[in-house]
């Protein structure tokens, strides 16, 4: 009775159709004898006729010759192309790279873009407003103003600012869809739950606030009714700077550095008795306006 032979190598079976093509036997009555000891699926009879071939051909050698193996498609050439291509159009697209690209699948090039170049696309932030050079001349000018004062009192100067800012409010305020999300089973029906269109509430008013590094300090509130919201600024203004000054005998004693964020969003510093009026949107507390002159000018102590 035969012993069958389980997993055997391959440079076995080689061995063995090498020596039986050595004594005269053809391939068909080599793969006969060889499947009765190694099994019908030992190797298909196609295989052993192009070994028998190769014995033929004078190969002795019944290993797998060592080849160097498939290239690397990622190399650092690529990785360097593809990052100057990205250089070049920010607002690529993976089938854009694809075409300057070809001879590297889609997969690959996602790969290479996030993972080894690191990159990550980002949407474009949204400004309020486009800043004229003027109004970049008078930014730069108060600011300067700012890091003087800074550079003669030190952090007694930020200790003086006070800063304010208005916002409408709405009397109601409908909820969002995120708000609105709310589980469902999956034997729930089908139909997904409707929500009209978010609408805001006609009335409205418009509060605005004023605080300094240590303490909020007054606020005022105007309905949508009022006409003139710029006179309606100032006057609230003038109001707060008498309250302030006379609240504390300590700030009566000192010239308070008013910094003011209303609808003129300009940067413009004014003289206007012992106070200066900053109008923009920046500096709020200690710690905020020291880092924000920081940022500017190098040149500050850490």
């Known amino acids: 009775m035969l012993r069958k032979i389980e997993s055997p190598a391959k440079c076995e079976l080689r061995s063995v159709i090498r020596f039986l093509h050595a004594e005269g036997s053809n391939a068909a009555e080599i793969h006969r004898r060889m ?51 990205i250089r070049g159009n920010r607002r690529f697209t993976i089938s854009g790279l694809s075409d300057l690209f070809p001879e590297i699948s889609r997969s690959t090039l996602y790969t290479i873009v996030s993972e080894r170049l690191e990159n990550r696309k980002l949407c474009a932030r949204w400004f309020p407003k486009m800043l004229s050079d003027h109004h970049k001349t008078q930014r730069i000018g108060a600011a300067l103003t700012f890091l003087q004062c800074y550079h003669h009192d030190g952090d007694e100067f930020l200790d003086k600012i006070v800063t304010g800012d208005e916002t409408w409010v709405h009397y109601e305020t409908e909820e969002t869809k995120e708000q609105s999300k709310q589980w469902m089973h999956s034997h729930s029906p089908s139909r997904k739950p409707v929500k009209f269109k978010r609408t805001f509430s006609t009335k409205k008013c418009m509060p605005t606030v004023f605080w300094d590094v240590k303490v909020f300090s007054w606020w005022n509130s105007c309905h949508v009714a009022q006409p003139s919201l710029q006179l309606r600024t100032a006057r609230l203004f003038n109001v707060f700077e008498g309250q302030f000054r006379t609240r504390e005998e300590e700030c009566c004693r000192q010239a308070l550095s008013f910094f003011k964020t209303m609808r003129c969003r300009t ?32 040149s500050l102590p850490t």
């Open 35 to 85: 499947s009765k000891v190694y099994g019908e699926t030992f190797m298909s009879d196609s295989k052993v006729r192009k070994w028998c071939r190769n014995f033929d051909a004078g190969r002795a050698d019944v290993h797998d010759a060592g080849g160097q193996g498939r290239k690397p498609v990622s190399t650092d050439d690529l990785f360097q192309r593809v990052d100057q291509a």
């Open 267 to 298: 940067l413009q510093l004014q003289q206007r008795s012992s106070c200066s009026v900053l109008d923009g949107k920046f500096l709020i507390t200690h710690h905020t306006v020291l880092t924000w002159l920081r940022q500017i000018f190098i």
